[in-house]
């Protein structure tokens, strides 16, 4: 099956085939937090990512392989592929982890899905769409959400920002990422992108590890091997391909309203599984980035034109 590029005239609305993979981003992700505290509370880091990100990879690409798809990669792309590796890959989770490993699970999911706000920045420089007052506001409710909780970290001396501005790192580059892809559209198989980039941001991830990570490795425990798990089938494969999917396929606005529910989810999810007991700063920027979320992502349908009376 030959692949085909994307339509430029997507329809600004979320379809209801694409339900099925918003509710997967949503439940999946949001879920993963909590899992990926539990894992980098055992493992380093980076040799986290090192032992998951190859077979996530390998698993988008036999679903590619399965569906018809060629797996090769014209030589003119693979400079945009690198790219794109880096931003939405290596950068994303060399950042988030260690971030994470400092940070509650609910805290980091907070700060890490600021990300649409920032994506909308970055579609103003790239993409030149329009930054309306409604997006104004949003990027406004987002900032003030991220300054609570970077702010409650520098009042508290046994907290170190560090970890938080790594967490906002990781959401600016997940951010430039995307928009990267929306802007290039290579004419490539979803899913095929998907797991090569997976596969080359796992290389300086996996060149840095011994130098960050060090320690002796120990054989994980049950539930760090339900974290490597989890990530590989669930959050790597699963959840990757539905997400780059509505990426591609969908105006960055609307492919990033996928994300809106995550957060929540992460909060939730890290109460139950970790007993973690978000205080008022985190509900409060819980509260101030889903709102400027909901202000950035949300398109109004248009209003049907008046249908003319018969003469």
Known sequence: MAPQPPDARASPHVSAGALIPVAIVTLVWGCNWPVLKMGVAEMAPLTFRMLTLPFAAAGLLAIAKLAG??????????GKLALLALFNIA???????FGLQQLPAG?????AFTMPVWSVLFSLLLLHEPLSGRK???MALGVLGMALLLGDDIRH???KPTAALLILGASMSWALGIVLLRKWKLPLSQTVV?????LLGWVPLALLAPFFDQGPLRIPSGAAWFAI????????????????????????AV???????VPIVGVFSGMLLLGERPGPYEWGALTLVVAAMVAVLWTPKPARAPVPPDN
């Open 157 to 159: 001396l046994e907290r």
């Open 107 to 111: 805290r980091s999911v907070i700060l």
């Open 136 to 138: 104004i506001v949003g």
């Open 255 to 261: 492919s990033s309203m996928s994300s809106l529910p």
């Open 194 to 198: 998907s797991g090569w980039m997976m």
């Open 229 to 252: 798990l989890y990530n590989i089938f669930l959050a790597g494969t699963l959840a990757h391909w539905a997400f780059f999917t509505l990426a591609r396929t969908l105006p960055v």
């Open 69 to 78: 798809d060629p797996l090769g990669i014209p030589r003119r792309l693979w």
């Open 91 to 97: 950068g994303w989770n060399g950042l988030v982890l």
